[in-house]
């Protein structure tokens, strides 16, 4: 088992150096940065304590423990944490061991500290009262506008980083958010009124994001090496944390000083700071679909930043010429020379890579790996030379089941290195169906003619070309990645699994890989293959499993064998690992049967309305990455956190904006099982539920939205009534599905906002930053519980009647505690 001292020590050093200038700067007061670490201190020594004397009684007293291994382990990393943190505490107080005078000093300080919970305005900097009344709303624009275009290019990043898993994704959510409702609260309390330090900290912070993730990513991972979770963790957490924080915070501080200056109410800050969040959302997800790579997006926003920065917060028109042309130089540089070559080339190392491209579905690197040409998706090998084993696997183990072909689907995994083994068998026309369309382009494929065999290319999702195309094919090749993301699990339902036995001859074979291959597997392996297993049995009359790179299941209304060597020699392909050399038909026997004895046939069935299986992909994802059995502590702690900071005054927020963060990841999926893996639909989903944010913020006492209760019964009223038609919404056609949610998603989103404008209409300080706090736990709730947790286990429509419920509860304990 491996420790992470290296990766633990990295994040302490930063969050301290960050911690340290937040102070120092009159961002915090110097004892809430000592009260910090005293908490990291504690929390670490009563885990590595508790934990460590419940292990000594185990050995003691020879307890038999399945969770003991786990316990061990997070002993020794909270044990690495303590350490550091108690190294931290003792360069505090050194001069304590070396002098008395040093020790009456430091005991004065500690009493004058203990005085003062915040820092003086004056002492933050000059007043804001330098800067036009005007420019406050433009400097909240641009506060939103930052922090979001950070976010989700960031995200992307994470994305690639944990290998495209919704696991990482809603735990890179979840962080965000979090961190932001710590920042929301220290700006409630802090009494910084220098804009200009404000905001040119943020546009720093923002600068300082990816240069952490490329130094800690080179410093932690190994050349080739697939980081572990708390790899992942720990590089996520350091390069997010302080353009999250300091974002946040200032948000909360230009919203109480517009407050006391009686510029605007808290309402009109919260919708000018998502209106710029809007801005980011459809800025980044336009971009995307021209190619533009994130680091070269990034860097370009930076510059725009700084430019608006200039512009809003310097008097000096000498200043702001200069900075407008050095912007425009620099961008036309940017775009001549991407640098997104040279940074995927340090994050992958090894690699010279020659071209990176992000498209709406993922990263795709081009490069050299020991002087051979590699294409990488999400910076995992996806197309390299001499791929042998895997490319005669997709293509034999399925085509062997029948003497010929008319017309053959192959779904993704790429054409070329298929085409070699494809033209062994007698195929009149094979269509290559692929969803991103820069894979297609990475691999030069294109319409063709293999000797008698056609072969056609086609970019679309597969669900929507299934359903708009009449085509009858007699194989269907599915090489589609496992379901361990809610977008991939709708190509693993039984619905899906239905529109393809529609497509196929009466004897046609269908094939797809929805798991990876074990000898010895864990118990999340069963839980999550057998709804998939079931789903697919209730479908096809007979199916045969063949373990292999990965575990192909093959699906028919006649029969089909494993018997994949004895039919390979019979019909004398000459195969350099399909053959009767490499593989034994009775041992692939007693491999099926190892593996269909463990399947749980009570289990369910992979649904459009509650796929299940994608939960237990995400628990064998982290598992893959050395997350093995404290998964469900984990997703406790993650869980019960958000709660910590759902006050009595902000509790209604909580609870709205986890309804609506919940309701927004069913949405889109819904939107997914009716159109398609649309990106950019998504992205405008998305951004009509932030649009409706700031209209409700700034506007819902005009919409006749000044009750709570009334609030209430509304957001109530919208979750149950998708609850109710979800069943028919994942299996309709696309019209009546996107009408609905362009009426429900921006609604839901203004009622919402004017809950946060009722809850702040009465404003301080600390009251805006309890309410703002509690929206981003909130938020970080409802991402995180509705993907992984929420749709599979409960389906669709049960979630939004959960979420219903915890909006009626909360809205009736509101309703009763606050004075309207």
Known sequence: MTYHVLPIGLTVLVLYIFSLYLSSQ??????????????????????????????????NYRWELSFAESLRHWHVETGIAMVLAALIHLSWHLGYYFSKKSRNAGNQSARESAGKSSPEPTAAGKSSADIAAGRFRPLLLLTGFVSSSSQFILMREAVILGGGTEAVTGLFLWLWLIISAAGALAGGRSGITSLRKMIWTLIACTALAPLL????????LSPGQTPSFYQTLAIMGTCVAPVTFISALIFVRISVIRYNMDLADSGHSFGAETAGSVTAGILTALTVTVRIPNFQLYLLILLLAVVTAVWLLERNVHLKIPAIIIAVLLGAVLFIKPPDPFIRSKL??????EKSTDTPYGNITTGLYGGELTVYYHHRPLFYPGDVISSEENIHYALLQRDSYDRVLLISGGLKKHLDELVKHPIAAVDYLELDPGLIAAEEARDTVCGTMKVRVISSDPMTFIREND???????????????LSVSRFYTVEYF??????????????????????????????????????????????????????????????????????????????????????????????????????????????????????????????????RGGIITLLTVLIAIPFLFA????????ASSAG???????????LQMAVGNIYILSAVILTLLMAGLATGAVLGERLALKKISLCTLLLTAIFVLTGLLAPALVTSPPGPVIVFLFIALPVSGIITGAVYRILTSRDSGMVTGKVYSADMAGSALGYLTAATLLVPLAGTANSCFIL?????????????????
Not at 660 to 667: K, Q, S, T
């Open 498 to 627: 239905r529109m393809v036995r529609e497509h196929l001859s009466p004897d046609g074979v269908f094939m797809c890989t929805p798991m990876p291959w074990f000898n010895y597997s864990p118990e999340s392996y069963r839980r999550g293959f057998s709804p998939l297993f079931n789903a697919l049995s209730s479908v096809f009359s007979h199916i045969t499993l063949i373990p292999g790179s990965m575990l192909y299941v093959i699906a028919s209304e006649s029969p089909v064998s494993p018997e994949i060597a004895q039919m390979a020699g019979q019909k004398g392909m000459i195969n350099s690992y399909v053959n009767t050399d490499y593989l034994d038909d009775h041992e692939i026997r007693l491999k099926e049967e190892q593996i269909l004895s463990q399947v749980d046939r009570r289990a369910g069935m992979n649904r459009a309305t509650r796929p299940v299986s994608s939960l237990f992909a995400n628990m064998l994802s982290l598992e893959k990455m050395g997350m």
């Open 660 to 670: 609506l963060a919940g309701y927004g990841m069913i949405m889109i999926f819904i």
């Open 26 to 59: 009159g961002f915090t007061a110097r004892l809430s940065h000592r009260r910090f670490w005293n908490w990291i201190l504690l929390v670490s020594f009563l885990v590595t304590g508790l934990f460590g004397i419940f292990l000594t009684l185990r050995i």
């Open 804 to 820: 219903a419920a915890l909006i009626l509860i909360s809205g009736t304990v509101a309703s009763l505690t606050i004075k309207q």
């Open 348 to 353: 992958l190392r090894g690699v010279r890579a």
């Open 471 to 485: 085509y009858i094919y007699d194989a269907v090749i599915q090489l589609i990645p496992p379901p361990s993301t």
């Open 213 to 220: 993730l490329i130094s800690i990513s080179t410093i932690i």
């Open 647 to 654: 006050a009595r005054r902000g509790l209604l927020m909580f």
